[in-house]
């Protein structure tokens, strides 16, 4: 399998470090976002989101590799666990294991959705020109995601005057060790990848994460936020390099979501409702995500098609439902797998050790903390050039697939979503057809989506017609 893919065994193990490495973060970043009260003032736990993001995403990212045969990894989706965190913040009477109760509901849907064919059938109904758009999107989104999260591009703070939503550096100009630290990391990753090294991109994080070490050691930059909730502008953005104390990993989240509670705190209406939500985002998630790997790695058949697809959403799907059942949000193929495929690999032995090192890092966290995301920045962007090159592959002549395939593509990273782009890329796609007078290349399936979409978007509006 492996050589019949183009790969060899040492790809592979490259491959999978370089993926652990740019998803690693996770097991950081998730247990912050998850951990405000909930209605009754309860508070997962840092530690113990902490172990199991680390156990449900190495369990579903060897599944992943094991069955489906892709290089794709899974983790805590990062718009979900957002989502999930602000749900629970916002919405009166709704505890964190009833929250997580609708997750795995959701991801029981899915899975049925699933092993019906509805999800192949809808990813089947997609035409090529917003499947490519899909590519591009999500190159663009985790160029973003490397440029934000290392401090290179900024969010400018609502003020009065402010013209722009985002900027260089601070105030303009690019200060403080971590960027340099990103700058040094893109220049020899991308020098690297034009001259076709052999692991380009991990020898970039590695050096990337060398200097990091250094520079914390001689000048104790710190967290960007500390303890105490300081901010310092200069300093890394979600992991200062260092080497905490070793702690045993703590498990007792596993079991505690409650799979129908939210149905009594919020009433069946809201709870189907929030069910809704979380689905069709998962949903199209995964969906975007695995066409824009697949197409990179080349594991599609000339015909458009992925091998194994329904292997690739039924895993993402109980993904859903185990992260839920653990307390550690639903778990989606990551976009940063992009960056195990950009160092060559193309079969699921790859996932088998990203997810064999996110199990070991249950129970070696601290290692972690050694790779502070601007070392892994550089990375993203690289690849998130390689994945938006494919963007001549649209049909610019054609606006009924041009301009969908644009908003597509665009929204993604300005929206800080992968469904959002798709959303809206098919509601354009259907709406602007039709005008052109041909309704009939539409897929039926298509004006279902688009509709559901439409509610998707529309939430805030039929939350208020329904006093919700």
Excluded at 366 to 389: D, H, N, Q, S
Aim: aromatic share 8%; hydrophobic share 55%.
């Amino acid at each position: 399998m492996i050589s019949r893919r183009g790969s060899s065994l040492g790809q592979e193990i490259r491959g999978g470090l370089a993926t652990f490495l740019a998803m690693s973060y996770i097991i950081v970043l998730n247990p912050l976002v998850l951990s405000g009260p909930d209605a009754q003032g309860d508070t997962l736990g840092i530690a113990r989101v902490a172990a199991v993001t680390a156990l449900v995403a190495g369990i579903s990212t060897i599944a992943m590799g094991v069955w489906a045969r892709h290089p794709f990894a899974l983790a805590a989706g990062l718009g979900v666990n957002a989502l999930v965190a602000i749900t629970v913040a916002t919405t009166e009477g709704l505890t964190w294991p009833a929250m997580m109760g609708l997750v795995v509901i959701a991801g029981l849907v899915m899975a049925l959705l699933v092993a019906t064919g509805f999800r192949q059938a809808v990813f089947n109904a997609v035409p090529e020109g917003l499947k490519t758009a899909i590519v591009v999107g999500i190159g663009l989104f985790i160029a973003l995601i490397g440029l934000v999260n290392s401090g290179f591009i900024r969010r400018v703070p609502d003020a009065a005057g402010t013209t722009v939503p985002v900027g260089l550096g601070t105030g303009g100009d690019l200060e403080g060790w971590p960027v340099l630290v990103f700058i040094v990391g893109l220049l020899v990753t991308s020098v690297l990848v034009i001259r076709k090294t052999r692991g380009a991109i991990l020898i970039g994080i590695v050096v990337a994460t060398v200097l990091a070490n250094i520079l914390e050691a001689l000048f104790h930059i710190g967290p960007s936020v500390d303890e105490a909730g300081g901010v310092n502008p200069m300093g890394w953005s979600l992991v200062a390099p260092s080497f905490p104390d070793w702690t045993a990993p703590d498990l007792s989240l596993i079991g505690q979501a409650d799979l129908f509670g939210a149905f009594a705190q919020v009433g069946p209406l809201m709870a189907a409702l929030l069910v809704f939500v979380v689905l069709l985002s998962v949903f199209f998630d995964a969906m975007g995500t695995s066409v824009g790997l697949a197409r990179e790695a080349g594991n599609v058949t000339p015909d458009g098609t992925i091998p194994h697809l329904n292997r690739v959403l039924m895993v993402d799907a109980l993904a859903v439902s185990a992260g839920g059942g653990a307390s550690g949000s639903a778990n989606q193929i990551f976009v940063e797998s992009g960056t195990g495929i950009g160092e060559g690999a193309r079969t699921g032995f790859a996932s088998v050790v990203t997810g064999a090192l996110f199990l070991v890092a249950m129970f070696l966290t601290p290692l972690i903390y050694l790779v502070p995301f601007e070392a892994v920045a550089p990375a993203l962007v690289v690849v998130g050039f390689m994945m938006a090159t494919q963007v001549v592959q649209i049909d610019w002549s054609d606006w009924g697939v041009a301009f969908p395939a644009f908003l597509t593509f665009i929204l993604m990273p300005f929206t800080y979503s992968i469904a959002n782009g798709i959303g809206a890329g098919m509601i354009a796609y259907a709406v602007i057809r039709t005008a052109q007078g041909r309704a009939k290349d539409v897929h039926p399936l298509l004006w279902v989506v688009a509709a559901a979409f439409v509610l998707y978007f529309g939430m805030g509006v039929f939350r208020g017609l329904l006093g919700l």
